[in-house]
């Protein structure tokens, strides 16, 4: 039986609910590949995943997706971990997009309610002229795994298409990683333009398809759905120390630069002075905090391959290469070039 600190994490460290396992797990089993042995692999124990509301480390996802990766040849794996996503299979969160009224609210639903589903995952909606920008932001450990990245959107995608009813295509799909070789099956899944190479993970959606009815559309339901998701969020939040929510903020912003202390305060509702004191109370830092964070999410993201030593550094807000390879090398004792090498 698995510890509980498997399945709720540590201190600081963000969880998912465990359904999201399941989801990847049930689908590369069906391609064959030994479920026990990824199980293994991502430290996982299928009893307890089974429980509906169970939460396990995304850390222990972003292992499953590793280890999915490294066994099956297809470099396009992700695209089928979401291209048959259904809304049913985010439980609470899925269940209120696919009773509101339009597609556009049911975005909004999921950028309200997305942690629910997981602490780091920041769904931000943004106009421009007739388009909405659909972004999704995740810790650094995840964003750097292409196989996560892809199931991501195209899970995103695909419920959109299944709760409208309707073959939307998106004009635009921005994704974090260089142009492969082969996006045939990127084309025909997603129809529309593919921006690889990305700051962002998003979707573009025409207004038009905002603002379709979604085919299950019940109001009453939808408003008990939201007082209970209400709920459930609040509780989420009781759970999380001052370091949490300022590693959650940090997440969602390394890329851009680091967010000072002034806008993490801002964004958690408080004063400056009074995060500072919250975070001695808990024996922290702001700096300290910023700090873990990177140290903790340098190796994983060099370790995926899919970004040089220079974009690591800049997703984990370092404007100066030198600067990340110094801390590194003070972290970890060699250079992110000598840690990748002993990685193969």
């Given at each position: 039986m698995a510890a509980r600190g498997q399945l709720?994490?540590?201190?600081?460290?963000?969880?998912?609910?465990?359904?999201?396992?399941?989801?990847?797990?049930?689908?590369?089993?069906?391609?064959?590949?030994?479920?026990?042995?990824?199980?293994?692999?991502?430290?996982?124990?299928?009893?307890?995943?089974?429980?509906?509301?169970?939460?396990?480390?995304?850390?222990?996802l972003a292992r499953l997706c590793g280890a999915i990766t490294a066994r099956i040849a297809d470099p396009a794996i992700g695209l089928r971990l979401g291209a048959d996503a259904r809304a049913r299979e985010f439980g609470l969160?899925?269940?209120?997009?696919?009773?509101?009224?339009?597609?556009?609210?049911?975005?909004?639903?999921?950028?309200?309610?997305?942690?629910?589903?997981?602490?780091?995952?920041?769904?931000?909606?943004?106009?421009?002229?007739?388009?909405?920008?659909?972004?999704?932001?995740?810790?650094?450990?995840?964003?750097?795994?292409?196989?996560?990245?892809?199931?991501?959107?195209?899970?995103?995608?695909?419920?959109?298409?299944?709760?409208?009813?309707?073959?939307?295509?998106?004009?635009?799909?921005?994704?974090?990683?260089?142009r492969p070789v082969e996006v045939a099956e990127y084309e025909r899944f997603f129809r529309g333009r593919l921006d690889f190479g990305a700051v962002a993970t998003a979707l573009q959606f025409e207004d038009r398809d905002v603002q379709r009815p979604v085919t299950l559309s019940d109001s009453t339901l939808s408003g008990y759905l939201d007082h209970v998701a209400d709920q459930a969020v609040a509780a989420l939040s009781t759970k999380l120390t001052i370091a949490?929510?300022?590693?959650?903020?940090?997440?969602?912003?390394?890329?851009?630069?680091?967010?000072?202390?002034?806008?993490?305060?801002?964004?958690?509702?408080?004063?400056?002075?009074?995060?500072?004191?919250?975070?001695?109370?808990?024996?922290?830092?702001?700096?300290?905090?910023?700090?873990?964070?990177?140290?903790?999410m340098a190796q994983p993201l060099l370790r995926d391959g899919g970004f040089s030593v220079a974009e690591v550094g800049f997703l984990l807000g370092y404007e100066d290469p030198g600067a990340f390879r110094r801390a590194f090398r003070r972290w970890h004792g060699v250079s992110p070039r000598a840690f990748r090498r002993r990685q193969r």
């Open positions: 709720d994490g540590i201190a600081g460290e963000p969880c998912g609910l465990a359904r999201l396992a399941l989801m990847h797990l049930d689908r590369v089993t069906q391609l064959g590949l030994p479920r026990a042995e990824l199980l293994r692999a991502a430290g996982l124990d299928e009893r307890h995943l089974r429980a509906p509301d169970t939460r396990i480390p995304l850390s222990a969160v899925g269940c209120a997009m696919a009773y509101s009224d339009t597609l556009g609210s049911a975005l909004t639903r999921l950028a309200r309610y997305g942690r629910i589903v997981s602490d780091a995952l920041v769904i931000t909606l943004d106009t421009e002229r007739d388009t909405l920008w659909v972004r999704v932001d995740v810790q650094p450990a995840l964003r750097a795994l292409r196989v996560a990245v892809d199931a991501r959107l195209a899970a995103l995608l695909s419920v959109c298409r299944e709760i409208v009813g309707a073959p939307i295509a998106p004009l635009c799909v921005q994704l974090p990683y260089r949490d929510r300022v590693r959650r903020t940090l997440w969602s912003g390394l890329s851009g630069g680091v967010p000072d202390a002034s806008f993490v305060a801002s964004s958690l509702g408080v004063s400056v002075r009074t995060l500072q004191r919250q975070l001695r109370a808990e024996r922290t830092s702001f700096a300290a905090v910023l700090n873990q964070l990177r140290q903790e």
